[in-house]
């Protein structure tokens, strides 16, 4: 039987058909790769993200400003002794040193001789303030970078968990792109149309045999799907 017009219709309906699952299946590749760049763009942001978390606490490691925290420090808990060093001395006994001697009986030198006294003691106490200060400051200064050592390794942490559920979300994001079911179910009706006819027309068995070989599968099978499990500092 000769080649007709309407069989060319009919390849060509064919052909169409081909071209609509072809596109189906281009646009959900297309997709998915989206989502693969997306997802690898939000974990280098997160990776630096801790990165940077970890750098400004090495920077508190530098030898200048721990001396400042540490003076601060000291500064505070000499502080702390102010009220014992500035106070009056008191006995054992719970008695004001001095309160149970008159003024009035006491001699011009006793009292020049008790002042000067209270004034070494006040220097000695001051004295003995800033080198509690001094020693303490060092003890609380490592209290105080290992809590901050265990705040940055949590802050740390609780990225990266963050990191890894984002990448599992856009994971099953991607294996849920399908194919779009109405360029498949066109497709299909297109070929299935144009195959039919020709098959009627008697020039069917020829044509099917050549589009066959450019013609992709009719179930959709995605080999190049993308795998967005494991993070980059696994």
């Known amino acids: 039987?000769?080649?007709?017009?309407?069989d060319a219709l009919y390849i060509g309906a064919m052909l169409a058909g081909t071209a609509l699952a072809n596109k189906a299946q281009?646009?959900?590749?297309?997709?998915?790769?989206?989502?693969?760049?997306?997802?690898?763009?939000?974990?280098?942001?997160?990776?630096?993200?801790?990165?940077?978390?970890?750098?400004?606490?090495a920077l508190e490691f530098q030898g200048e400003d721990r001396q400042?925290?540490?003076?601060?420090?000291?500064?505070a808990l000499e502080a702390d002794f102010k009220p014992a060093?500035?106070?009056?001395?008191?006995?054992?006994?719970g008695v004001?040193?001095?309160?149970?001697?008159?003024?009035?009986g006491a001699t011009s030198d006793y009292l020049a001789a008790t002042a000067r006294e209270k004034a070494k003691t006040t220097d000695s106490l001051r004295s003995l303030a800033q080198?509690?200060?001094?020693?303490?400051?060092?003890?609380?200064?490592?209290?105080d970078e290992a809590v901050g050592i265990g705040d940055a390794a949590g802050q740390i942490g609780r990225i990266q968990n963050n990191a890894g559920n984002m990448a599992e979300i856009e994971n099953i994001r991607a294996n849920s792109v399908t194919p779009s079911l109405g360029l498949q179910l066109a497709g299909s009706a297109l070929s299935a149309w144009?195959?039919?006819k020709l098959a009627s027309s008697?020039?069917?068995?020829?044509?099917?045999?050549?589009?066959?070989?450019?013609?992709?599968?009719?179930?959709y099978a995605n080999p190049n799907l993308m795998s967005l499990s494991g993070l980059p500092w696994n």
């Open 1 to 6: 039987m000769p080649f007709v017009v309407d």
């Open 26 to 57: 281009t646009d959900a590749l297309k997709k998915q790769r989206e989502i693969q760049v997306g997802n690898q763009r939000m974990l280098s942001q997160q990776r630096d993200a801790a990165t940077d978390v970890a750098l400004r606490k």
């Open 68 to 75: 400042a925290r540490q003076d601060e420090i000291a500064k």
């Open 85 to 93: 060093v500035e106070g009056t001395p008191i006995t054992a006994q």
């Open 96 to 104: 004001q040193v001095g309160s149970t001697i008159p003024t009035a």
């Open 131 to 143: 080198l509690m200060g001094r020693i303490g400051s060092a003890g609380q200064l490592r209290r």
């Open 194 to 196: 144009g195959g039919g």
């Open 202 to 219: 008697g020039v069917g068995g020829t044509a099917q045999r050549g589009l066959a070989k450019v013609a992709p599968g009719s179930s």
